[in-house]
Antibody, heavy 119, light 110 residues
Framework: QLQLLESGPGPVKPSETLSLTCTVS??????????WGWLRQPPGKALDWIGN???????YYNPSLKSRVSISVDTSKNQFSLRLTSVSATDAAIYYCARIGYSYFVDYWGQGSQVTVSS | QSVLTQPPSLSAAPGQKVTISCSGS????????VSWYQQFPRAAPKLLIF???KRPSGIPDRFSGSKSGTSATLDITGLQTGDEADYFC???????????FGGGTKLTVL
């Protein structure tokens, strides 16, 4: 059974960098049929797609976040990671890592990582 | 405000059928596949429908999806109290070059 588990440092201070890692178990990250991505859900708001990566390293980012976001993959550890720079209060959300299908449906989700932005 | 429009809330009685709509435009729903998700409080979303009308393994056939033009619908038949959750649609937007999600519909099963 495929499982994704997010891990991260917890609260982030304004203007600092948010870093999260997703560990994939139960399947290889070297899937030719799927992307691996990050989404977030601010309290009471719609889901927001951050971006995704193919195992080869090709990345696709939400244009509204492109200048601040970076997603990388480590196939040796079956992990992929998110970096979001210059965070502010508007970046506070539950961050999900996910497996994304060819037509941008999300078929597997991590349990979610609550990110707070506070000084 | 989401580019994809869903009714904020719907209610129906157990055993009945409910239809949840998702309205978009030619740049998103009109020319791309739609997916649907169910989300319970404090839990991750769960995929119910992908590619407009396909069900992943394990999803009951009480859940069905369809698309017509720039709108998509999720039908839930034989409503159960356990279906009380938030439901939202998702798709790709070819102009914005981003994945989009609807604002969600809170379903109450009375």
């Amino acid at each position: 059974q495929l499982q994704l588990l997010e891990s991260g440092p917890g609260p982030v201070k304004p203007s600092e960098t948010l870093s999260l890692t997703c560990t994939v178990s139960g399947a290889s990250i070297k899937s030719i049929s799927h992307y691996w991505g990050w989404l977030r859900q601010p309290p009471g708001k719609a889901l927001d797609w951050i971006g995704n990566i193919y195992y080869s390293g090709n990345t696709y980012y939400n244009p509204s976040l492109k200048s601040r976001v970076s997603i990388s993959v480590d196939t040796s550890k079956n992990q992929f990671s998110l970096r979001l720079t210059s965070v502010s209060a508007t970046d506070a959300a539950i961050y999900y890592c996910a497996r994304i299908g060819y037509s941008y449906f999300v078929d597997y989700w991590g349990q979610g990582s609550q990110v707070t932005v506070s000084s | 405000q989401s580019v994809l429009t869903q009714p904020p809330s719907l209610s129906a009685a157990p055993g009945q059928k409910v239809t949840i709509s998702c309205s978009g435009s030619n740049s998103n729903i009109g020319n791309n596949y739609v997916s649907w998700y169910q989300q319970f409080p404090r839990a991750a979303p769960k995929l119910l429908i992908f590619d407009n009308s396909k069900r992943p393994s394990g999803i009951p056939d009480r859940f069905s999806g369809s698309k017509s033009g720039t709108s998509a619908t999720l039908d839930i038949t034989g409503l159960q109290t356990g279906d009380e959750a938030d439901y939202f649609c998702g798709t790709w937007d070819s102009t914005l070059t981003t994945a989009l999600f609807g604002g969600g519909t809170k379903l109450t099963v009375l």
